[in-house]
């Protein structure tokens, strides 16, 4: 299986300020043959379920804003939120897709300073 | 609107049988591969396995082969979980999720997701 983990495991930035949430493989999720990293991040807010934010490790999913941004390739994968937001406190997940058993990141628990 | 709607939540006794659903709406059933995963409390996300509802293919984690079911009705556009015989260490919130495909329908990331179904195992 391919293990997935992230850090750290809790984070508490000011409001306005970056927070960067890292995630490290295992074993490489880059597909050669189309030049795609199978990593995905996920934000869970407290009584709901995950909300998809980034895919193909940087590809911002429609309607998430664009404060939040990933990138990395191979093994190495960084969520960026560039000014932190209320709203934002949250359980951020990565996961990847690129074999199964898919699997996810422990979580980094993001919170308010 | 694309939708998966998860059964409500289960208390049960060590031993018992349980069947939870997602019903999906708002896309073609058939065209996305289905997860499910499992949230025990306090903890991450586990993926435990996925179905094909276009034939029912599935393929499970290790972690999970043998101890649940997963399989889809076409018909009305529902995938399923279910147990033969809980245990405790079953407790915990489910989730189904649909994968995103592509033109060939092979299944990438999740980006819907169920409400969750909580499901309670305890004597």
């Known amino acids: 299986d391919i293990v997935m983990t992230q850090s750290p495991d809790s984070l508490a930035v000011s409001l306005g300020e970056r927070a960067t949430i890292n995630c490290k493989s295992s074993?490489?999720?880059?597909?050669?043959?189309?030049?795609?990293?199978?990593l995905t991040w996920y934000q869970q807010k407290p009584g709901q379920p995950p909300k998809l934010l980034i895919y193909?490790?940087?590809t911002r999913e429609s309607g998430v804003p664009d404060r939040f941004s990933g990138s990395g390739s191979g093994t190495d994968f960084t969520l960026t939120i560039s000014s932190l937001q209320a709203e934002d406190v949250a359980v951020y997940y990565c996961q990847q897709y690129y074999t199964t058993p898919y699997t996810f990141g422990q979580g980094t628990k993001l919170e308010i300073k | 609107e694309v939708q998966l709607v998860q059964s409500g939540a289960e208390v049960k006794k060590p031993g018992e049988s349980v069947r939870i659903s997602c019903k999906t709406s708002g896309y073609s059933f058939t065209t996305y591969w289905i997860s499910w995963m499992r949230q025990m409390p306090g903890k991450g996300l586990e993926w435990m396995g996925r179905?094909?509802?276009?034939?029912?293919?599935?393929n499970y984690s290790p972690s999970f082969q043998g101890h649940v079911t997963i399989s889809a009705g076409k018909s009305i556009s529902t995938a399923y979980l279910q147990w033969s015989s809980l245990k405790a260490s079953d407790t915990a919130m489910y989730y189904c999720?649909?994968?995103?495909?592509?033109?060939?329908?092979?299944?990438?990331?999740?980006?819907?997701w169920g409400q969750g179904t909580l499901v309670t195992v305890s004597s």
């Open positions: 193909w490790a940087s």
């Open positions: 999720a649909r994968h995103r495909t592509d033109t060939a329908m092979l299944p990438y990331y999740l980006d819907y």
């Open positions: 179905i094909d509802p276009s034939d029912s293919y599935t």
């Open positions: 074993q490489s999720v880059l597909y050669s043959s189309n030049n795609k990293n199978y």
